[in-house]
């Protein structure tokens, strides 16, 4: 009883935060966007934050999350700080251009859009809902789930600024595409970035987002973005998860396929102290084929919780789950991969698999698969493993000379592997070798430096 | 060089080693053979550190030192080497990456520098062309689908590769063709010097025409009953093992 009140309490606090700050939120923002905010917080007002009384959220109270009292950022705050100090790392100078968001806004305020070759654009949200309404209001809050996700509702009442992408018809970006969540303040801090990818027909494009925070202070970040992929238009997007582990970060990633429509997302969870990953797919039309993998590397008191729905609503589509993890010390996880196959999807395969190991006896993880199967030509499997290190293959190495520490990491390393060969783009898949093998030696901290280019080439 | 005295292991509380004595010098082979499940797999896996096993009683002293005070990774530096009846399989550890560990920690332990890749790759080429071993299989990962033949010859190409002192091959002539088995034989007699001693577990004779062994002991239920001269194999191809197990006063 007494937590149902402070649990409400929680949700009048952020409809009071939204009431005192209404005329900032507005300010800015178009009308199209300020009808879908209104309607989103009277959505957030009758769901309010889900506990783990939500069967989506067993494992992962998030209501608890968000009474922290820390403070929004409802306009850009001007940190400046020196781009070069900051990436100065072991790769040379920075030339390639990074994008960043600090904060949830869009850094660079100079240049809130910028034109790539063959007609692409990157820059803020903000600004391109300002700049191209036709665009966002297709596309805006079309595929986020506002109706049953209610840190989605209170993402999209509080909507500002984040990463805006077109991809226009048949364009081809060569280039991955780099952009750094950045967060840094030194007071508590709790962002929702918002953002939207719009890749049209037979485009392409490659995308790596890594999240990072540069300042001690606790971070809560509840974000959102959007990927509309058309017709035969391929996406590969890699995330990175790189922040302290006094931040707690929920993402939600939805994707829409249209027919023939390409897409691997690959999410690795390396530092953070919560992360719960929402990766919701709709293929929505004939021939799509969607990836969605993940590697977490967690220790001490860090808790993951990765949770896939992919909606089979065309037939013919093919849709891969690769989930795998390394829990060590006390740390907690969950991993829940749904599997919806409609009616008419027949001739759908999906796969799905879930690997884990747990170095410690006090690790733990939870793993369901879920399938739902309403079409009866369809081709689907699924698994879930938790184990050890293969004490056999350990001693063979040891029998070799390799001391236990370092066999321990070859294995470990060959377990994360099979996710890392997945990564298409070379010279990213060094560099995230060289991060998930530091992080496994724990030789990655939190760190104000040689990191950050996580993925530059 | 490795000296065993009244060794006995158990594993889940039930004994396998019942009091093994056997004095291995330098510049010797000696053959064990015995019935399945007599324990000569539990032996090698002792020696070589396996902590799945527990010494229960007796002493074994390795050049001097007590072999039970070393890692299973120690006694590897330390020289002695273990070919497995049944090699692990190791899914996503690259066979390059694996032996460059391994040589490279062995190296660390005896104070020298580790080998450049280039250094690396020479060795491993050479070591490949003396065992003949297909090229291919250093390019995957370690024994992963292997065919049980490769299995052997890449645990072959490892010992020539580490340089052992004390060489331990459980049955690594079990399922060879005869021209492996002649290349696992010719590793062996390579190896041999007035410095390093070799333990070949084995069920057939037809090794023994290859690698011809000091001593021949026979093992059966835990303790080695009978030890003899290479005409023991001889006897054992003959009349198997039954005329000796009657000679054993229970
Ligand atoms: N991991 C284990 N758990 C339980 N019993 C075991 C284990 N390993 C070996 N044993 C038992 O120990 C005994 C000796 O086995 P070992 O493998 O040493 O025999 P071996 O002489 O090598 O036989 P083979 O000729 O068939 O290779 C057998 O009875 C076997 O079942
Ligand atoms: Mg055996």
Redesign the pocket.
Same mark, same amino acid.
Request: proline residues 5%.
């Given at each position: 009883m007494s937590s149902e009140i402070i649990h409400s309490e929680i949700k009048n606090k952020l409809l009071d935060l939204y009431q005192n700050n209404h005329e900032v939120l507005k300010n800015g923002s178009p009308d199209y966007i300020n009808k879908i905010r209104e309607k989103a917080i009277e959505r957030f007002r009758e769901l309010g934050l889900p506990d783990k009384k939500n069967e989506n959220y067993k494992y992962t109270d998030l209501k608890k999350e968000f009474d922290n009292g820390y403070k929004t950022y409802l306009s850009p705050k001007n940190i400046k700080f020196d781009m070069k100090e900051i990436f100065s790392c072991d790769v040379p100078d920075l030339n390639t251009k990074v994008i960043l968001l600090l904060n949830g806004w869009y850094y660079d305020r100079e240049n809130l859009l910028t034109e790539l070759p063959g007609g692409a654009i990157i820059g803020s949200f903000q600004k391109a809902s300002e700049i191209y309404p036709e665009l966002v209001k297709k596309h805006f809050a079309q595929y986020a789930d506002i109706e049953n996700e209610g840190s989605v509702a209170l993402n999209t009442a509080f909507v500002k600024d984040g990463i805006f992408l077109f991809v226009p018809k048949g364009v081809i970006i060569e280039k991955p595409i780099q952009i750094i969540n950045v967060l840094m303040d030194e007071e508590e801090g709790f962002t929702q970035h918002r953002n939207l990818y719009i890749l049209e027909e037979n485009s392409q494009a490659s995308i790596v987002v890594c999240d990072h925070t540069l300042s001690a202070s606790n971070f809560l970040t509840n974000s959102v973005a959007e990927f509309y992929v058309g017709q035969n238009a391929h996406l590969d997007y890699s995330r990175i998860q790189n922040e302290h582990n006094g931040s707690k970060q929920i993402s939600h990633l939805f994707f829409h396929q249209e027919r023939d429509s390409n897409v691997t997302a690959n999410t690795i969870s390396l530092h953070g102290g919560l992360i719960r990953n929402n990766i919701s797919v709709h293929l929505d039309g004939e021939g799509c084929e969607n990836n969605t993998y993940g590697l977490y590397l967690t220790d001490k008191g860090q808790h993951i919780d990765n949770h896939v729905f992919i909606d089979h609503a065309k037939p013919h589509c093919i849709s891969n789950q690769l989930f795998k993890g390394v829990l060590d010390d006390f740390a907690t996880g969950a991993f829940n991969g749904k599997i919806l196959v409609r009616r008419d999807a027949q001739k759908t395969q999906a796969y799905q698999a879930n690997n884990n190991i747990l170095l410690t006896d006090d690790a733990d993880i939870k793993t369901r698969p879920q399938l739902e199967i309403y079409a009866d030509d369809v081709k689907c499997s699924h698994g879930a493993t938790v184990g050890q290190l293969d004490e056999n293959a350990l001693f063979y190495m040891r029998a070799r000379g390799i001391n236990k520490k370092e066999a321990k990491l070859l294995l470990m390393y060959a377990f994360a592997h099979e996710i890392i060969q997945k990564i298409k783009v070379p010279a990213l898949k060094d560099r995230i070798t060289d991060l998930v093998e530091k992080r496994l030696r724990g030789e990655l901290s939190r760190c104000n430096f040689c990191q950050m280019h996580c993925c530059n080439s | 060089m490795l000296s065993i005295k009244n060794l006995h292991a158990n594993?889940?509380s039930?004994e396998?080693l019942k009091g093994i004595n056997l004095e291995v010098k330098a510049g010797e082979v000696h053959a064990i053979m015995?019935?399945?499940? %007599?324990?000569? %797999?539990? @032996?090698a896996s002792v020696l070589a550190g396996r902590e @799945?096993f527990t010494v229960t009683e007796g002493k074994v002293t390795y050049q001097g030192k007590d072999l039970f005070e070393l890692s299973p990774e120690e006694r590897a530096s330390e020289g002695i080497f273990l070919g497995f009846?049944y090699p692990i399989e190791i899914p996503g550890v690259s066979m390059v990456n694996f032996m460059k560990t391994a040589v490279n920690e062995q190296r660390k332990h005896r104070g020298l520098e580790p080998l450049s890749s280039s250094d690396f790759l020479k060795l491993m080429r050479e070591k490949k062309e003396l065992v003949e071993l297909d090229s291919n299989l250093t390019n995957r990962s370690v024994n992963e689908g292997f065919s049980g033949g490769e299995k052997k010859r890449n645990e072959i190409f490892q010992m020539a590769m580490l340089e052992p002192k004390l060489a331990i091959l459980?049955?690594t002539d079990s399922g060879l063709d005869i021209d492996a088995l002649r290349i696992v034989a010719n590793g062996v007699n390579k190896l041999k010097s007035p410095y390093n001693a070799s333990i070949v577990?084995t069920?057939y004779q037809r090794l023994l025409d290859y690698i011809v062994p000091d001593f021949v002991h026979v @093992?059966y239920d835990g303790k080695i009953i009978r030890s003899g001269g290479k005409e023991l194999a001889f006897e054992l191809e003959e009349k198997g093992y039954d005329w000796l197990k009657k000679g054993i006063v229970v």
């Open positions: - | 594993i889940e039930k396998i015995g019935p399945n499940g %007599s324990g000569k %797999s539990t @032996l @799945l009846q459980d049955e577990i069920h @093992l």
